[in-house]
């Protein structure tokens, strides 16, 4: 069964949480303890890199697989993993919407941070999430920690913040690809309604 866990990105990364360490044993499920045995992880999305390089100097029993859409991002990561001295991470480019039929089964836990509402197809994505786990395999995406209801959200005194960077940045990326412009604000229970409706519950 895939789980999924939504949590707040400002309390599960700061000094307080001890990042990556605390994450995991906040999320539990084992996953801290399954980490340090020696697990396959896939981090979609990757971005420049920082959270899976940071989790795979942590775990160094665990191998990491980690793919972000944008070819030139993955050659700087490649650099910069060869100046840390890793041996357990696998920068490639890759797609969310069309993962290899290789990764079939393949890996343990799933992890993605702060993409998912920046995608142009992101029921399309969601949909291959399960396909490249084990049957027993965990998901985690963690994203901004906001209402998908307007009314209540505008109530908090970060929206007006969050709703710019959103407009500005998040809904931007994924509108000009042609897509459906979620945007950070898009909410847990948007969030939590379309993963359940891919097959990741939790």
């Not at 001890?18 to 990757?46: M, N, Q, R, S, W």
């Not at 084990?134 to 005194?157: A, C, H, N, R, Y």
Request: charged fraction near 20%.
């Amino acid at each position: 069964t895939a789980l999924v866990s939504t949590q707040s990105t400002g309390k599960c990364r700061n000094d307080i949480q001890d990042f990556p360490t605390g994450y995991f044993k906040l999320i539990g499920d084992g996953l801290h303890e399954a980490l340090e045995k020696g697990i396959k992880v896939l981090e979609a999305g990757c971005g420049r890199g920082q959270h899976v390089m940071a989790i795979a100097a942590q775990y160094p029993n665990s191998n990491f697989t980690s793919f972000d859409i944008d070819n030139n991002t993955i050659e700087r990561n490649k650099v910069d993993l060869e100046k840390a001295g890793l041996t357990n991470v696998n920068f490639v480019q890759g797609d969310f919407c069309n993962m290899p039929q290789e990764w079939n089964g393949v890996f343990d836990y799933l992890m993605i941070f702060d993409c998912m509402h920046d995608l142009p197809f992101p029921a399309k994505a969601m949909a291959g999430l399960k396909r490249v786990l084990k049957e027993d395999g965990l998901v985690t995406m963690l994203d901004i920690d906001t209402s998908t209801d307007m009314v209540k959200q505008s109530k908090e005194p970060m929206s007006a913040v969050l709703y710019n960077i959103s407009l500005h940045h998040c809904m931007s990326v994924s509108l000009a690809e042609g897509g459906v412009g979620l945007g950070a604000c898009w909410g847990v229970e948007l969030a939590t309604k379309m993963l359940g409706e891919a097959g990741v519950e939790g």
